[in-house]
T-cell receptor, first 123, second 110 residues
Framework: DAGVIQSPRHEVTEMGQEVTLRCKPI?????LFWYRQTMMRGLELLIY????????DSGMPEDRFSAKMPNASFSTLKIQPSEPRDSAVYFCASSLRVRGVGLETGVAKNIQYFGAGTRLSVL | RKEVEQDPGPFNVPEGATVAFNCTYS??????FFWYRQDCRKEPKLLMSVYSSGNEDGRFTAQLNRASQYISLLIRDSKLSDSATYLCVVIFSGYSTLTFGKGTMLLVSP
């Protein structure tokens, strides 16, 4: 399996420009997550989708951020207009969501697999 | 109060040492627990899940203490390649999203 694939790996842009980050989840996974990681705030969940439907976008910082998942194999995170404070590493992760989250010996549910990330610098 | 807390470190240990990290969580109804490992400039990767009875994977042992609301990770016979940031991860009751601690940095020196 190729794993979660993100593009681009690095993006350098100027303030005010539109930025689009892309993600291809692991085939067969039904949940997709977008995270942002900075030194100050650590790893923050921005939004997640289940079966291509956005479930929780409460982590999206503001209206400049939007995410879509038009099909099970593709998602985008868009920032328009970008600002220097958006500079961070953006990770996409996917998982096979199983109902009844719980702790069972020998069974781990809802494990997330991360892509390599997009390192965004907004100048 | 932060939901998942970790000592940021860094923990500096020599090769062969035993080192332990703790992580506390705020929600007593939390249901699933994991340790992820993140190498410098890489993505987080699952190290191990944490089961209620505790579990071991080679040199790594994970424990859960529900009464005190913490999980621990013990690394025996540290290797240089163990140098990384270790992220504590919790799934709170009723959700399938992961809440990450900010991580504990481990540096293993020759």
């Amino acid at each position: 399996d190729a794993g979660v694939i993100q593009s681009p790996r690095h993006e350098v842009t100027e303030m005010g420009q539109e930025v689009t980050l892309r993600c291809k989840p692991i085939s067969g996974h039904n949940s997709l997550f977008w995270y942002r990681q900075t030194m100050m705030r650590g790893l923050e969940l921005l939004i997640y989708f289940n079966n291509n439907v956005p479930i929780d976008d409460s982590g999206m910082p503001e209206d400049r951020f939007s995410a879509k998942m038009p099909n099970a194999s593709f998602s985008t995170l868009k920032i328009q207009p970008s600002e220097p404070r958006d500079s961070a590493v953006y990770f996409c992760a996917s998982s096979l969501r199983v109902r009844g989250v719980g702790l069972e010996t020998g069974v781990a549910k809802n494990i997330q697999y991360f892509g390599a990330g997009t390192r965004l610098s907004v100048l | 109060r932060k939901e998942v807390e970790q000592d940021p470190g860094p923990f500096n240990v020599p090769e062969g040492a035993t080192v332990a990290f703790n992580c506390t969580y705020s929600n007593s109804a939390s249901q699933s627990f994991f340790w992820y490992r993140q190498d410098c400039r890489k993505e987080p990767k699952l190290l191990m899940s944490v089961y209620s009875s505790g579990n071991e994977d080679g040199r790594f042992t994970a424990q859960l203490n529900r009464a005190s609301q913490y999980i621990s990770l013990l690394i025996r016979d540290s290797k240089l390649s163990d140098s990384a940031t270790y992220l504590c991860v919790v799934i709170f009751s009723g959700y399938s999203t992961l809440t990450f601690g900010k991580g504990t940095m481990l540096l293993v020196s020759p």
